[in-house]
């Protein structure tokens, strides 16, 4: 058979999270050879992989096979030849130990038929949007609504992909005086419902504008910029040939590293590796990278950002970035457990927390700090609120069930509706956070 036979199958380059135990396993090839189905033998070789350690197929020699479960955090390696987890595996029963897995990595290959591979979405799941379907979702927007709705780019990613956005507002083409509303998603490639987060609130505000008074309100008074795909090398790379890859961070080689990849979100330079917020090893799906905005789509937002300084005042009042999955609305601080340290003002803090939990109670969200979470240092929404003053939150969304990080589109749908009233609020509050607080405070900070 030719090599072309097997387009269906690539190799899974993905990082792995050292636990200390180097021990070298042996390939157990036993059932997969054994029991099969042609259903399993016809799926791509890392989800053939997965299959086996499963069914207990692979394992460390002489060692029980509990150390390797069919979890969705489980992950196989194939070019490193390892079965991996993810750090702070919540079930705490998957082990790392290397394994060697030329056999079962044969077979994978032998057994693969080409028809296996799919372009983009994996069989099922083609609701979710690709980079060319955002774009295009973008452009069409703009066709159908071209006075409220205006492309932009906020740069480029490091394979050269401009990252799309939308601008919302009633006169889009001219940069009027008005309380502005920055929101991003998918800064982690996996977190795909906050792509269609991003995208849903899109077709919200240009499908209501002149039909729905509260719409048309905040497109009237609102500069609303919207990006649905801040990390679009690593979204690509998540869901390509047919495949889930599970994949975070970004898709840039790390120097001195056969590693690829930085998390986005690790990367901001207020407070950048003070905390134990990230990690310094380039493996780690939190890798911090060598230094603050090493990455390009990391100075890609801090520039935007900067660039909606005009005259001297930031125009951007609230940030929202969508991400997944954990039903929670979140804000600053992520570096540090105090509620309100000397870098956040109190009446800051007042108002984001009274903001939070109103944002939670119209969405079902828990209202928390990002710290109460866990500790994140060089994080978006830090770096927002401390070098420009925006009110900074964070959705966590939903997880989908049975894959956590890909939900059903009901799940999807249904999340959507019920953030609806959550994102209107926020939209509003824009002129005044503080009124969240009360009447005295906006009087005192926003007159």
Known sequence: MSRSGFVGVRRADR??????DTSVGRILVRRLEREATPETLAQPAPQIMQCAIGQGDVGHSGRALRHLRGRPEARVDMDRHEAVREPRDPYGVV??????????ASLALLLTPASAAAAGEPSGYEYFHTYAEVKAQIEDTVAAHPGIA??????????????????????????ESEPEVFVVAQVHANERASGEMALYLIDLLVDGYGSDS?????????????????????????MSDGVFRNWRKNRQPIPGSSYVGIDLNRQFGFKWNCCGGGSNKPSSPKYRGPEPWYAPETRAYRDFILSRIVGGQQQIEIALSLHAQGRMVLWPYGYTKKDHPRTMRYDDWRAFVALGKKLAALNGYRPRQTSDLYIVDGDEGDWAYHSQGIFAFAFELAPGNPQRMYPT?????????????????????????????????AAKRCS
């Open 95 to 104: 082990f790392l130990h290397r394994l060697i897995v030329p056999l079962v």
């Open 150 to 175: 205006r492309p932009f780019t906020l740069g480029t990613s490091y394979e050269g992909r401009p990252i799309w956005g939308l601008k919302i507002s009633d006169n889009v083409a001219t940069d």
């Open 214 to 238: 509260r719409i048309t309100d905040i497109v009237s008074s609102r500069e609303i910029w919207i990006v649905p795909m801040a990390n679009p090398d690593g979204a690509e790379y998540d």
């Open 409 to 441: 589109l009901a799940q999807i749908q249904a999340d959507q509706a019920r953030n609806r009233p959550a994102l209107l609020l926020l939209l509003e509050a824009a002129d005044c956070p503080y009124a969240a607080v009360g009447a005295a405070l």
């Open 15 to 20: 990082w792995v999270e050292e636990d200390g």
